[in-house]
């Protein structure tokens, strides 16, 4: 499978400031990226899916102007989490859509806290 | 509605049982995964079937479309087996399947 990763792994911000996570697929091509936040002792949930070259999908409830993703290449997939505030705080993690459309490859994730 | 429902919510079990996690959805999916977490760990894909039976060292994943239903089975336990497992499927969405619906996962403590 391709091979994610993410940076950074884990990253403490001011309340107010802005914060960018990169995720980035090392041997594959991603056309096709998801970004996930996953509270404590909950399951992931979908933010938004990129594709490259355009504009994301964001899900329904996520702020498109406080989440601003940009897919700009095949690798490289970046989250900002713009006036970050302490209710954001949350283990954020990326992956990439597979050549088999049903499959995607999960990063290794970025723990935001907000003070 | 498109649902995955995970049994149990929590398990614990000695070193060297034998464990089954279940899975069940609701409508048609294309493809179903076993994923797991480690705490404070990242998602590593176990498992992606869409039919029949897999395996992979210790574990074994095995999936009845007709009744919507799989299971992962993990024999002779350990406690490095102890993590979040998660089962996610791919339902058809008669555009691009790649979006995944999770089921709440199941917390598996295996003590030695």
């Known amino acids: 499978g391709a091979v994610v990763s993410q940076h950074p792994s884990w990253v403490i911000c001011k309340s107010g400031t802005s914060v960018k996570i990169e995720c980035r697929s090392l041997?594959?091509?991603?056309?096709?990226m998801f970004w996930y936040r996953q509270f404590p002792k909950q399951s992931l949930m979908l933010m938004a899916t990129?594709?490259?070259?355009?504009?994301?999908?964001?899900e329904q409830g996520v702020e498109k102007d406080k989440f601003l993703i940009n897919h700009a290449s095949l690798t490289l997939s970046t989250l900002t989490v713009t006036s970050a505030h302490p209710e954001d705080s949350s283990f954020y993690i990326c992956?990439?859509?597979?050549?088999?459309?049903?499959?995607?490859?999960f990063g290794p994730g970025t723990r935001l806290t907000v003070l | 509605k498109n649902e995955v429902e995970q049994s149990p919510q929590n398990l614990t079990a000695q070193e060297g049982e034998f464990i089954t996690i279940n899975c069940s959805y609701s409508?048609?999916?294309?493809?179903l995964h076993w994923l797991q977490q480690h705490p404070g760990g990242g998602i590593v894909s176990l498992f992606m079937?869409?039919?029949g039976k897999k395996k992979h060292g210790r574990l074994i994943a095995t999936i009845n479309i007709q009744e919507k239903h799989s299971s992962l089975h993990i024999t002779a336990s350990h406690p490095r087996d102890s993590a979040v497992y998660i089962c996610?499927?791919?339902?058809?969405?008669?555009?691009?399947?790649?979006?995944?619906?999770f089921g709440k996962g199941t917390l598996l403590t295996v003590n030695p």
């Open positions: 992956s990439v859509g597979g050549p088999d459309f049903n499959e995607q490859f």
């Open positions: 041997d594959f091509q991603a056309t096709t």
């Open positions: 990129s594709n490259e070259g355009s504009k994301a999908t964001y």
């Open positions: 409508v048609g999916i294309s493809a």
């Open positions: 079937l869409s039919s």
């Open positions: 996610a499927v791919n339902f058809f969405s008669g555009g691009s399947n790649y979006k995944l619906t």
